[in-house]
T-cell receptor, first 115, second 112 residues
Framework: GESVGLHLPTLSVQEGDNSIINCAYS??????FIWYKQESGKGPQFIID?????DKRQGQRVTVLLNKTVKHLSLQIAATQPGDSAVYFC??????????????FGTGTLLAVQP | NAGVTQTPKFRVLKTGQSMTLLCAQD?????MYWYRQDPGMGLRLIHY???????AKGEVPDGYNVSRLKKQNFLLGLESAAPSQTSVYFC???????????FGSGTRLTVV
């Protein structure tokens, strides 16, 4: 079957290098943002989230940066490993959605780690 | 703790056949969602539910129906399958609007 990674922007990095994946979000009123990782043939997996009252949050080998002025998110992966190869996409939670939690997902970036 | 479980994982249908995709979560989440994922198009919301007994239409609801009779289960039905419904279907659930989703592993459906 076709891969979800077809037709996506691709970031190719060498094993051990740092990776930076970018995402432009659409709604200035969004108050919550998430990065997901999707490996081939699997469901999206939560990596890290950040709320709009923060501009940086760190996890294990990952850092998310939020720039609300230009509506931009980035995911930084330190010391990229072959197991990091996957499609990464961001999601935003627009506050105008009212009581319903309906995330808006980006289309994703394919991270290819070269050994 | 299984999280979100989808069955079946793979299915091939003939045009016009019907089927039901099953989604079960054991996290006591209120919100549940059905998405389809097609190459280059990202995740598109089909239907969702904000609690037991409730359902609502998402971005691409035509040709699908859903039911949430029990809090832990969310069923997606195709009454008369069409080739355009060939896709990978993901179920997800969440605790609240301020939290991310937990996804299932997907159902790959081919309609011939």
């Amino acid at each position: 079957g076709e891969s979800v990674g077809l037709h996506l922007p691709t970031l190719s990095v060498q094993e051990g290098d740092n990776s930076i994946i970018n995402c432009a979000y659409s709604n200035s009123a969004s108050d919550y943002f998430i990065w997901y990782k999707q490996e081939s043939g699997k469901g999206p997996q939560f990596i890290i989230d950040i709320r709009s009252n923060m501009d940086k949050r760190q996890g294990q080998r990952v850092t998310v940066l939020l720039n609300k002025t230009v509506k931009h998110l980035s995911l930084q992966i330190a010391a990229t490993q072959p197991g990091d190869s996957a499609v990464y996409f961001c999601a935003e939670n627009p506050t105008y959605g009212g009581a319903t939690n309906k995330l808006i997902f980006g289309t994703g970036t394919l991270l290819a780690v070269q050994p | 703790n299984a999280g979100v479980t989808q069955t079946p994982k793979f299915r091939v249908l003939k045009t016009g056949q019907s089927m039901t995709l099953l989604c079960a979560q054991d996290m006591n989440h209120e919100y549940m969602y059905w998405y389809r994922q097609d190459p280059g198009m990202g995740l598109r919301l089909i239907h969702y539910s904000v609690g037991e007994g409730t359902t609502a239409k998402g971005e691409v609801p035509d040709g699908y129906n859903v039911s949430r009779l029990k809090k832990q289960n969310f069923l997606l039905g195709l009454e008369s399958a069409a080739p355009s419904q060939t896709s990978v279907y993901f179920c997800a659930s969440s605790w609240d609007r301020a939290y991310g989703y937990t996804f299932g592993s997907g159902t790959r459906l081919t309609v011939v």
